[in-house]
Every structure is written in structure tokens, then in C-alpha cells.
């Protein structure tokens, strides 16, 4: 069973990277096309992320293999809140729930009775799910950052400038014709060719969200394997 947090959020939780100045263009291949990182990617981008404060969707998850055959279908419901809180759960038959309070992140799987704890990675690098929640002021340090032509999306291509992250891109998309400008839609491609392809629906940006749903109290009887120096 492959699960959101096997690319999808231990890549999109999970992104350190070696600095390149912004400043000057860097040719990079993406999709056979070659391309240069500028500063007004940088910066586009900056402003894009900068206006969500908070952040919530209804997504379907599709992850694809290289030779386009379909691994992992799953949909589900997110909230992201700044600084650094998380709340992503799917629904179906591969039910999960992941939190994050911006300090620890929990991974409860209902049908394991298993949850599992670790210390939150705020580093955008590592954790690519805090586009939406985390500090996006050095953003180019962590990626190389363009923005390619589209008719109706504004859309944005980030590599790593590390080499080992988990993923070789990571694709943004924002409804250029939308009132807010929300974001539609997410693809992360690793470097065996297999892209997960995450579609947002009933976007809201800024909504108020309670903080509570950003902890989670470990139920009676659920097996907890805790990775932060043991504190359950």
C-alpha cells in the first residue's frame, strides 16, 4: 500500500539545501524544456504564498508510475495554518490521519491502531507541505525556482538544489482567473518517473480555523511509536 506519506507528504512533509543566488539565472531541464531561475519567479511566488494565512481543501491524490499506470488513487480533506500547523486526512481504504502542531507531527493509521510521532522538519526543504504555512522569505534557497506559461493557471516549477531531497520537482498551480488566486493543484515527480498528483477542490484561503484541530489526543489502546526522545 503506498500512502501519502511515502512521496506525498513525507515529500510534500518531506524538502536543505545548498544556497544559489537568485540572482543569477540558472539553467535547469524540466520536461525537456530548459529554463532559467530568475528573480521575478522568486519573487511572484513569494507574493503568492505570502497572502495564505491559512488554507483548506477537499483533494484527490493520484500517483502515477512512469509509464502513466495508476499506483494509488486517495481522496481526502487538509487545513494548513501558519505558523507550521498541518492537518491532512484521507478517507477510503486508505484512511489516514496526519497533524501537526508546528513542534511535533502525528501519523495515526485507524486501521493499524498505530500512531507515530516525530519532530516536526520546519524547513521548507524538508517539508514541502509548509508552502502553505511556513516562512517563504528564503524560499530560494532551498529551490530553484521559474515560472512557465500557462493559459490559465499561474504556475510555478521548484527543484531542490539538494540532489538527495526524495523528489526531483515540485509543481504549483494557481487559478490565474480566480478571485483570491487559490492554488489547484500540486505535482511532486521523483526520479524514478513516478508523479503524485494532488488536485484541490473547495478552496478557501484564509479561513478561521480552530487551533485544537491541530492536536491530536492518542486514543486508549493505540500502539505509539514515538521518535522524539520518547516523550509518550
Known amino acids: 500500500?503506498?500512502?501519502?506519506?511515502?512521496?506525498?507528504?513525507?515529500?510534500?512533509?518531506?524538502?536543505?539545501?545548498s544556497s544559489v543566488t537568485a540572482a543569477e539565472p540558472v539553467s535547469i531541464e524540466v520536461n525537456s524544456q530548459v529554463v532559467a531561475s530568475t528573480?521575478?519567479?522568486?519573487?511572484?511566488?513569494?507574493?503568492?504564498?505570502?497572502?495564505?494565512?491559512?488554507f483548506s481543501a477537499d483533494f484527490i491524490q493520484?500517483?502515477?508510475?512512469?509509464?502513466?499506470?495508476?499506483?494509488?488513487?486517495?481522496?481526502?480533506?487538509?487545513?494548513?495554518a501558519k505558523p507550521g500547523k498541518l492537518r491532512w486526512q484521507?478517507?477510503?481504504?486508505?484512511?489516514q490521519l496526519v497533524v501537526s502542531d508546528g513542534q511535533s507531527l502525528w501519523?495515526?493509521?485507524?486501521?493499524?491502531?498505530?500512531?507515530s510521532i516525530k519532530n516536526m522538519d520546519n524547513r521548507l526543504s524538508e517539508t514541502p507541505a509548509l508552502l502553505l504555512g511556513g516562512d517563504v522569505s528564503a524560499i530560494d534557497d532551498d529551490f530553484i525556482i521559474t515560472q512557465a506559461p500557462d493559459e490559465n493557471s499561474i504556475y510555478f516549477i521548484l527543484q531542490p538544489k539538494d540532489s538527495s531531497q526524495l523528489f526531483d520537482s515540485l509543481e504549483?498551480?494557481?487559478?490565474?482567473?480566480?478571485?483570491?488566486?487559490?492554488?489547484t493543484q500540486m505535482i511532486i515527480r521523483d526520479a524514478s518517473?513516478?508523479?503524485t498528483d494532488i488536485?484541490?477542490?473547495?478552496?478557501?484561503?484564509?479561513?478561521?480555523?480552530?487551533?485544537?484541530?491541530?492536536?491530536?489526543?492518542?486514543?486508549?489502546?493505540?500502539?505509539?511509536?514515538?521518535?522524539?526522545?520518547?516523550?509518550?
Open 90 to 95: 484521507t478517507k477510503g481504504i486508505y484512511e
Open 107 to 115: 501519523i495515526y493509521d485507524a486501521d493499524l491502531e498505530q500512531v
Open 193 to 195: 518517473g513516478q508523479i
Open 172 to 183: 504549483l498551480m494557481f487559478n490565474k482567473h480566480g478571485l483570491d488566486q487559490p492554488l
Open 62 to 80: 493520484l500517483t502515477q508510475d512512469g509509464a502513466g499506470a495508476t499506483l494509488q488513487k486517495v481522496e481526502g480533506f487538509m487545513q494548513v
Open 39 to 54: 528573480t521575478d519567479a522568486v519573487e511572484h511566488l513569494q507574493q503568492q504564498l505570502k497572502r495564505i494565512n491559512s
Open 1 to 17: 500500500m503506498i500512502k501519502f506519506l511515502n512521496l506525498g507528504l513525507a515529500s510534500a512533509i518531506s524538502l536543505v539545501l
Open 199 to 232: 488536485s484541490f477542490e473547495n478552496v478557501s484561503n484564509n479561513p478561521e480555523l480552530k487551533p485544537s484541530i491541530f492536536t491530536f489526543d492518542v486514543p486508549e489502546g493505540i500502539d505509539v511509536i514515538d521518535g522524539r526522545s520518547g516523550r509518550y
